[in-house]
Structure formats: structure tokens, C-alpha cells
């Protein structure tokens, strides 16, 4: 699964994933991708899930571009642990995702078998998806 090598801050504050996405919002390296419409949080699980759904699915053949990289520590504290004592410990890792972000891109295969891998990979993630081709392609 995907994690940082490093970080600066082991812990991070939670924060709110508000906006649109300024960047990584067009296809630029496939032909069709799988873009976010609602804001929310993908772990490193869901990412890795979600690859390999599109991966069985067009039978390695092509190429798969991942556009997101979980970079934000979660914590969370033990079970039946009384309030208060600190921040639970890191616990794994999320890419925190914006409404028009690219989260993955497919090339090389026939779109239609490319846009069937992408709706399954969609099912493997928190946030409702939708499937964007590029210009000039189809």
C-alpha cells in the first residue's frame, strides 16, 4: 500500500477538505480517468483496492496512472480507552480529495473496457465518482 517514506510531523490536525480541486482536475496522462465529486478522505486501502479492480479487470493490458497519494497521517486512539490521555497513535494513511480531482487515469485499452474498470474501481471508493474522457478521444 502506498505511505510516505518521510514526514516533517508525525501527527497532522484534521482539518476540512473544502473546495474544489485547483490542481490535478484534467486528464493529462491517459485517456479517460475517474474523477472525485464530492470531497472526502481515501485511504491507503481504498487506493490500493481500487487499482487492483482496474488492474483485473483490463487484464494488464495498457496503463493506469494512480493521481492521488496518501500523504495525511489518521490516528486513532485503542478501543475502550477512557477520553482525554492525548492523540491516538498513527494509525495509517488518507489522501484527502476534492470535488473535480482526477484520481485515476487509464490508456492503451478500448474505452469501453476501460470505462467498465473504472465504474468497478468506483465501487471501491467513499466518494461518488464520475467517468471523464479526454477530448479529442472516442
Known sequence: MLAPKK???R???KGRVRGKAQRGNSVSFGDI???ALE?????SQQIESARVAIMRHIKRGGKVWIRVFPDFPITSKPAEVR???GKGAPEGWCAP???GRIMYEVKGVNIELARE???RASYKLP???AIVVKEGTE
Open 33 to 35: 480517468g475517474l474523477k
Open 97 to 99: 480529495v476534492r470535488p
Open 117 to 119: 474498470a473504472l465504474k
Open 11 to 13: 501527527k497532522r490536525q
Open 127 to 129: 466518494v461518488k465518482c
Open 39 to 43: 470531497h472526502g478522505k481515501l485511504t
Open 83 to 85: 477520553m482525554g490521555k
Open 7 to 9: 514526514v516533517k510531523h
